[in-house]
């Protein structure tokens, strides 16, 4: 059993999980929040989650919500997300998801709903994206001055890369992207961090993650983007997890205590 009664229970008890729809250009999108159910005596930093997957693959279902989001709320945090523009099936106007494309605004929209949760600190927010995840994150702290820290776990970092390493995935980028065939380079520029890394806000942290054997994205997208970091000066820590997958199954409370340390050195 995933998740024993006794956790579940524990859980229950400490902390709130709050499903809402908000509008986001015109469209239903779904998001969701836990935050601790004890007052704190003081505003709650918060940790924008964004998700992996593309359209309804990768929706984050309610055991979902009790895991690594869970973990990082019951250290304190508010951890809020959004299932993305494309990924609900049961409300109406719910739109389409661009992989990196509109859904974006998604992300960014949130700044606003934080602002209006209950113990929530709007100005002590920090990003972490899994996965797909980690480019939506890269995008959208592009155009937010205010995060303070950014984590990124088994992230893409540059497009052509990965689909040179995953050609597989090229029909996600047709059916998703818009212009992909016709405007291929611009359309994996645009989502590629290695590209822009310096338009980056310079003073945010950024933790990198990644198991040595993700077989989805390469570690590379990790060592390499690292390398760039390092060149712009711009404050970073590198982590691979030696003999781990995609989902870091192998080092997992390692991987949660090295997020969690990184929320609580920068978010104060």
């Known amino acids: 059993m995933r998740f024993p009664e006794e956790r579940f229970n524990r859980l229950k008890q400490s ?11 015109g469209f239903n999108v779904e998001g969701y929040y836990l935050k601790p159910k004890a007052k704190p005596g003081r505003k709650l ?22 895991d690594i989001h869970a973990e990082i709320a019951s250290q304190g ?22 992989f990196g494309g509109a859904d974006v605004n998604d992300v960014v929209a949130l700044v606003d709903i934080i602002k209006q ?7 002590n927010i920090a990003m972490m994206g899994w996965s797909r ?5 890269y995008l959208a702290a592009k155009r937010l001055a205010n995060i303070k820290a950014l984590i990124a776990v088994a992230g893409v970092s540059d497009v052509q890369q990965a689909l040179a390493d995953r050609p597989a995935m090229e029909h996600v980028y047709k059916k998703r ?29 950024i933790l990198l993650l990644h198991g040595d054997q993700d077989e989805r994205v390469n570690v590379t997208h990790s ?14 820590k590198l982590v691979i997890y030696p003999g781990d997958n995609h989902g870091l199954t192998k080092h ?10 990184w929320l609580k050195t920068y978010l104060q």
């Not at 390499?224 to 970073?236: D, F, M, T």
């Open 15 to 25: 902390l709130d999980c709050v499903d809402f729809v908000y509008q986001v250009d």
């Open 45 to 66: 930093p918060v940790v924008i989650y964004n998700r992996g997957g593309n359209g309804d693959f990768g929706y984050v279902v309610f055991g979902k919500k009790l």
């Open 77 to 98: 945090f508010i951890v809020i997300g959004s299932q993305y523009r494309g990924a609900s099936k049961h409300i109406d106007s719910n739109g389409f998801d661009e």
């Open 117 to 123: 949760i209950p113990d929530a600190d709007s100005e």
């Open 133 to 137: 995840g980690s480019m939506q994150s």
């Open 177 to 205: 992207a818009p212009d992909f065939t016709n405007n291929r380079q611009h359309v994996q520029d645009q989502r590629s961090v290695a590209k822009w890394a310096h338009e980056l806000p310079a003073n945010m942290p």
């Open 223 to 236: 060592t390499r983007l690292a390398e760039i970091l390092e060149s712009l000066e711009r404050p970073h």
């Open 252 to 261: 997992r409370q390692e991987m949660i205590s090295e997020v969690v340390s």
